[in-house]
């Protein structure tokens, strides 16, 4: 059983797939942190992220592993642990441009299958309903006014002890959701049997009640 969360950045998309994982016991996949690894790999290569030749020769020789143990993921590039330094402002914005390189995509398909077929699984990213998984058992696609989306952000950048201004969060969230948005390859689209939901006014927990009703009552 496969669940399919799809959605800008700021949405609350990890915390409610995290939640939703946590309480049905299934796994927690988060697709990004795949593209952050490969983001990670470009930025200590010297490559620029926008250098698509470049980003696609590093991929034959680059591993990238997720292992779980007790709820945690952690990510290893080539046997290295990276999980700590994924969230990084330089690598989440070559993480976006990275992953609208189509070889880096083809790429990283077959692992987050790999990794579904593990068993059940909450799979969180951008074009899980439409690419990775279109299969999926449930799909849901949230979004959330501009200003919710920034001010989300901001604050979970103020908690992890940065201090970007609110001005730079909004540049740089509208920034990314463009490129997400518009890129060739799998842009960020609702899959045509995903249920919206709107975060804007509720709680990870209301929102995680949501979909648990969807589930159980397959609706
Ligand atoms: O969800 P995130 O912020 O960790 O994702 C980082 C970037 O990776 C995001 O800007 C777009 C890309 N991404 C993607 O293209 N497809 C996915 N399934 C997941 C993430």
Redesign the pocket.
Known sequence: MIIAI?GP?GVG??TVAKLLASRLGYLYL???????AV?WKTLRSRIRPADHARVATLLPTTSIHMQFHEGAMQVLVDGCDVTGQ??APDV?AA??I???IPAV?EW?LPI?RQIGQGGSVVA?????GT??FPAASFKFFLDAAADVRVARRHRELVAAGRGDSIETTSHDLSA?DQ??RT?SI?P?VPAVDARFIDTSTLSPDQVVEQMIMAVSTGS
Request: proline share 0%.
């Open positions: 799809d950045a998309k990890s988060d697709t990004g942190a795949l593209y952050r983001a994924l969230r989440t993480a976006s990275v992953s609208a995509r990283l987050q969180e990213g951008r074009d899980i690419k990775v990314r490129r997400d890129r799998d960020l």
